[in-house]
């Protein structure tokens, strides 16, 4: 069975369907769009692996507020849809079956009602029906381990209560088995061992002298000294992780980064180790990058893949646009609203219906930089590296910081709009896509050169996109060319002093040409027009006026919510 | 040593579970546990599931019955055993079984609206009504119509307007179904409306009825005798789906009494037939003595009695008759009273039976007033519980707090811990204190008892779906009666109960009092009939179960009492089966 949706009303900021993709699901979104309230939502609605004392507990700040700590309700309701359930767990989950979506379907749902008291009703529902009550044998179905963010890895893995290798090395040793004999054994013989060395005698007989002088021969009790209970659980507690380079060291010695991986590797073996017999597994981490480096993101994000199969499933939320250039477009589920102040959406592109040439493409592509219009209110795509550098800069022009709205530039390395036009719509990824494009179609050669190891040419250009504009994806034309418009809008000077540091021999030719200067321009940056952009930048980081061509100053505009 | 291997050498003890219990409780699944009275069946129910749930990989068992008593029973065992059942295993009666794995979740598929109200008597006012004769003051509650497994429909109380049980049940069907249909828009189901439901339901969805069977590995029913013949067709479909590992069916068909609730043994035979099970009999009776099992047998035609195996096998106490005085009928308990003194027999083990409700109120000297509400005899019985220091019984409470929900908020069901319940369950504390004592007449203490409801009542809500008037309302002849009459119980030892009431317990000493021929009913001569070897009528067989089983449930001493004005013949045919005469 496969968890592929919760829904949620009123729970914190959450307000509607979130779309998990499997068996890998990875929650992306900019601050405060609820990534960890999906998470919180999922630890609600199943039952920790760990046992009940690791439950998430529902507060008064679960319900629904107004972001400055009033109130806006006072119920909320959490659903977990599952699909494609086995024979055995429909049996499990009969009481939760959804004949409405499909036969193999089951849903569970709560509804919590914080009463005036502070104290909180819970109610569950199962499937269809709105008769209350779910029985327990169902609810537990679906367990989950849940890695907290900028875990503390060197604590969870000292010796103690919680030692998360209690699990890993129950798993390994079941109850009745000889290997946890083996170490019981082993863990009695070393206390009869110990309780018979001449140090130890002596404190036994030190401290039951002192007692019986206190209280006398008749309250007087035995007294005895071990060093530890011989039980499994006892014995496995104090079993202390250690990791290093050359030699195993004490945690605390380490980064923090490899003891994250250390903790998450304790964590996935003891799971690995003890399959659920039915049901599923759900593994929830929060921004697993944390202390990690880039690399190790991706091997993590490629492991975690790995893990995840018919029993497991991994809900994941990031920050990072690495995860999310390293799971795959349609691993994604964007937590984003349409714009300020509209409710939040989660929104899978495996959901989108996007074809599965697009859906390779974008994922060829969206590289590190390019996915981060995954965790923007806004995004502006261009063709190439010129208009990328340079229209943050442009933008401040115009008193706009690209930043500080949220606006992303995404440099799509060429023509090929069209996948990328095609993760944005109203009921798709729901905020604003400018695409910025040349007016003239690009010549055969120009995309040749772009395109290295002659990735077939894409047919939707942005001259065809703009026929299918919506509400949120909008196209900007240049009359011609960006450096040509740039020429044209006047800035005559500032362009001739950039070309200088290029092209200084061009560039003084040109510094008094009076006719044709957008032509001229044109003509001398068409092969440096990397370096050209670059050197723009440098001009213009002084502050200098410059004027914006019109359909970049709408572009910027219209991307950042005017 | 693991609770597993512990139970396992506690089972091979013949101290505590003989060697034919033994077969039963270690036996694979899918068969008929054929038991006798007094054979420990529900006991062997309860070991069987301790056993199969304290195994290394547990089997998942749905351990049901036909009451709740029998459940506690089973409960208990286990929890002797010292195993914990967790949520994997469902313990309950078959009723709460098919409603929580089939009425509840795929209710809606059928049209009942939910959160569905389950009202269990046919004489809530809130029923849509039945018209018959188009004649609006000939109305039936639809609640009062039960659904038989085939979809039609019968009356289980005789209708006082004028109509026939036969008629009522089947001249207007149409009107019934639209009815019922009403009923399930708005939440309201019955008791047996359910079961019906849940046949359907298991009918017409083959996957939600492969998934319910799959959700157990072993389905036992115990006391499958009363098990309803909508009941018996569930299983049937459960068992048809081919998902259920095993089915055990559990029951003693010489003690089906509640053929008004659908129960008909041949139909239990027919399933297990069905189903192909095996059937393991259990001929030991581990309660009575040996003296009791050689005349109860005659009761159901078997010559061949149980054999006595259990503490008080060897106890030399012969069955007897005492004749009582039919104009002094507390004069039958008087004279057991004596027989229990000359046998040294405690009255605190002892128990009197009466087959019916109203005869039983005669022996108890409890006066029987017509057209008392449900809610005042409720509340009567919890006054008079409280007064007499009695144990509040769970049921008991349970119905006052549905009366008083009803008054309340009418279809609006109360949830289990809801706010809703709690506050119920207070107000109904408050009132049971504040109840009038009986020392006046029913009219008086109706009428003050309705002052304190009012009281309640305005603390739960402001708009009472139903007035307190109406069911605390005064009738013609309440004046001349005395409260305590109607609701306390006059002598405080060797209370009278009905059979069905002491169904599945056991009693040191039974006496069954035979109440005096009226009308065409003659139980003496009913009751004899097998005694002599007399065919009976076969809609009568189930009375002569219902002696069988009040009989049965003595360990030491039976005996029966008769009226003096019975026939000498009568008399005779006891004695003739080895009762002695005591007086």
Known sequence: MRLTKLTAHGFRNLHGEVPLPNPVALIA???????????????????????????????????????????????????????????????????????????????????????????????????????????????????????????????????????????????????????????????????????????????????????????????????????????????????????????????????????????????????????????????????????????????????????????????????????????????????????????????????????????????????????????????????????????????????????????????????????????????????????????????????????????????????????????????????????????????WETLIEALALVKPKVAEGLAQLEGGRPDALLGAVEDVKGRFAQALSEVLADGRDFVVPDYLRDAISWASGD | MTTAERLELWIDDPEHVSDQQRGAVRADGNYFLLSRPGSGKTRIVGIRLARLAAQQKPLRVAATSYTNVAIRQIQATVRERGVVLDARHFTGTIHQFLLDYVVYPYGQLLGIRQPCNLIMDEAWPGWPPVIYKGDQSKRLPVGALHYTATGAFVVHTRPTIGVSREDAATTQIQQVRAKKQEARKRGLVSGSDAMYYAQKLLTDHPKICAAVAQRFDELIVDEAQDTSDVQLKCLELLHGSGKLRSLVLVGDLEQSIYSFQGARPPLCQALVDHCGLAELPLTENFRSSQAICNVTCRFCGRTDPDEAVGQNKDCEIPPEIVIYDQGNLRSAVESFQGRLAHHEIAEGGAVVLARRRKFRDQINGIERVEGLHKFVISLGRLGASTREQRTIERDQLRTAERLLADMAWGDDPILAETDRHLAVRRSLMTLMKELPDFDRTLADWIAQAREKVKIVLAGLTDDPAHKPQHALKSKAGFNAVQASDVFSTQPTSLLARTVHDVKGESHEAVLLVVQPRHGQSDQAELWSAPLLGEAVDESQEEELRIAYVALTRAERYCAVALPNNVEVDRIDAYLAVGFIQAN
């Not at chain 1, 009921?427 to 179609?441: F, K, N, Q, T, W």
């Open chain 1, 29 to 491: 979104g900019e601050n405060n769009t609820g990534k960890s309230n999906v998470i919180d939502a999922l630890r609600l609605l199943t039952q920790p692996r760990a046992g009940a004392r690791f439950s998430r507990w529902i507060t008064s700040d679960d319900f629904v507020h107004d972001g400055h700590g009033t109130r806006l309700g006072d119920t909320f309701e959490l659903e977990a849809l599952y699909v494609g359930l086995t024979e055995h767990e429909r049996g499990r989950l009969v009481t939760c079956l959804a004949p409405s979506v499909a036969d193999d379907a089951a849903k569970l749902r709560l509804t919590a009602q914080l009463r005036d008291d502070g104290r909180v009703n819970v109610t569950w529902y199962g499937g269809d029906s709105m008769q209350p009550g779910v029985e327990q044998w169902a609810r537990e179905t679906v367990l989950h381990t849940y890695l907290p963010p900028l875990r503390d890895a060197a604590g969870d893995l000292r010796p103690g209560r919680d030692n998360k290798l209690v699990n890993l090395l129950n798993a390994l040793a079941p109850k009745g088995s000889k290997e946890r004999e083996e170490i019981e054994t082993a863990a009695a013989g070393a206390n009869t061992s110990l309780s018979s060395t001449t140090a130890v005698g002596k404190a036994r007989t030190e401290i039951q002298g002192r007692l019986d002088k206190v209280v006398g021969p008749l309250f007087t009790q035995k007294t005895g000294l071990r060093f530890s209970d011989p039980r499994f659980e006892r014995v496995i507690g104090a079993l202390w992780a250690l990791a290093g380079d050359e030699e195993a060291l004490e945690l605390a010695e380490n980064g923090l980064g490899f003891n994250n991986l250390l903790y998450m590797a304790t964590l996935l073996a003891a799971i690995t180790n003890d399959p659920p017999e039915d049901g599923l597994h759900l593994l929830l981490v929060e921004e697993p990058e944390a202390h990690l480096h880039p690399q190790l993101q991706d091997l993590l994000m490629r492991y975690l893949e790995g893990e995840a199969g018919t029993k497991t499933q991994v809900v994941v939320t990031t920050h990072s646009p690495n995860f999310a250039a390293a799971s795959g477009v349609e691993r994604m589920t964007v937590m984003t609203r349409a714009a300020a102040g509209q409710p939040i959406v989660g929104r899978s592109p495996a959901n989108f219906g996007i074809e599965q040439k697009a859906l390779d493409h974008l994922r060829r592509f969206l590289d590190v930089t390019k996915a981060s219009l995954l965790f923007a209110r806004g995004v502006i795509l261009v063709e190439g590296i010129a208009e990328q550098l340079l229209l943050p800069q442009l933008a401040e022009r115009l008193n706009v910081s690209l930043s500080e709205v949220g606006v992303t530039i995404v440099n799509v390395g060429g023509v090929s709009f069209a996948p990328f036009a095609e993760l944005f719509s109203p009921e798709r990824l729901p905020y604003r896509c400018a695409i910025v494009s040349d007016g003239d179609p690009p010549t055969r050669k120009e995309l040749d050169d772009e395109l290295e190891g002659g990735e077939p040419l894409l047919s939707a250009t942005a001259q065809k996109l703009k026929a299918n504009e919506t509400d949120t994806l909008h196209v900007f034309l240049a009359a011609r060319t960006f450096e040509w418009d740039l020429a044209n809008a006047g800035n």
